[in-house]
């Protein structure tokens, strides 16, 4: 299994690491930005329509070490909401 997923949650799609969660209806969920979100039944079983969460896409890449020119600043996600 991959290291990190992304999970429908909140509104947005968060990432989260799969060695510390496993999503479920109901269930906290620690998403990579910090956040604590609380996936819905729709959620897991749903069509996958909300927007990425930004600032966990930016952990992803910081955390698979990507270059840094594909790293946005933080300060780009203020901007991106």
Request: net charge negative.
């Amino acid at each position: 299994m991959q290291r990190y997923l992304w999970q429908q949650a909140g509104g947005l799609r968060h990432a989260y690491d799969t060695q510390r969660d496993i999503p479920a209806p109901e269930r906290e969920l620690a998403a990579l930005c910090g956040q604590v979100v609380t996936p819905t039944v729709d959620d897991i079983t749903g069509l996958w329509l909300d927007r990425t969460c930004w600032a966990c896409d930016r952990e992803i890449r910081v955390r698979l070490r990507f270059p840094a020119d594909e790293i946005p600043p933080a300060s780009a996600l203020e901007e991106a909401k």
